[in-house]
């Protein structure tokens, strides 16, 4: 009698680990993804007003805290599609090659919207940069403050000279506070149009929401 038996089915229902896997690479990739367009978030505002992200003390670890909200609802959101991805298929025949696209494919329609996203935030971040060009403070922005989402900001400032020193601008002058970086403190000059450097130890700044 011929053997008719045929080899099994190379395919396999699509594992909890699969996804965790390929999920874990695809959420890293978004990860990246989301530091390089939040990093040109930080670079439009600042660049506006003539300086960059670093001059007033942003740096890699400092973007990622100050939204650390925005990048906790993207990996939130990325996960729980590739969790609901494996649930709705976890009954079915997939391969180890269809599971890596769907998860990649839940990611990559994650990244359109989260772009869509960045974009809005991207027109908020250049009119509060216009906006304190012409002397109007700006507050970071946050879901019901508590989730930092996009931390911009410039205050309205006074210089108070500090022993004998004299301000390097007039005291009528109209300024915006940026930030500080090593012995510097950075502010706009909405008189001028000009950005101002000062030695911290030369004046006392004081600021006003």
Not at 43 to 66: H, K, M, N, Q, W
Not at 72 to 95: D, H, M, N, P, T
Not at 174 to 193: F, W
Request: net charge neutral; hydrophobic share 45%; proline share 5%.
């Amino acid at each position: 009698m011929v053997d008719d038996q045929r080899p099994a089915s190379q395919s396999t229902a699509p594992g909890f680990t699969t996804f965790l896997e390929f999920g874990g690479v695809a959420l890293t990739l978004l990860g990246l993804f989301s530091y390089s367009t939040l990093a040109q978030l930080y670079e439009s505002f600042y660049r506006t007003l003539g300086v960059s992200p670093a001059d007033v003390g942003i740096g890699y670890a400092v973007v990622l805290a100050r939204s650390f909200g925005l990048l906790a609802i993207a990996a939130g959101a990325g996960i729980g599609i590739v969790v609901a991805a494996w649930w709705q298929f976890r009954g079915s025949e997939l391969s180890e090659k269809a599971a890596q696209h769907l998860a990649f494919g839940c990611i990559g329609l994650l990244m359109v919207v989260y772009t869509a996203a960045v974009a809005a935030l991207g027109d908020w971040s250049h009119d509060r940069a216009e906006g304190v060009r012409q002397g109007k403070p700006t507050q970071p922005f946050s879901m019901r403050g508590i989730l930092p989402l996009l931390d911009i900001h410039a205050e309205k400032a006074v210089l108070k000279p500090v022993g004998e020193s004299s301000l390097p601008v007039p005291s009528t002058d109209k300024l915006m506070y940026l930030g500080a970086s090593g012995d510097l403190h950075v502010l706009y000059n909405v008189t001028t149009q000009r950005t101002l450097r000062i030695p911290v130890s030369g004046v006392l700044v004081i600021t006003e929401r």
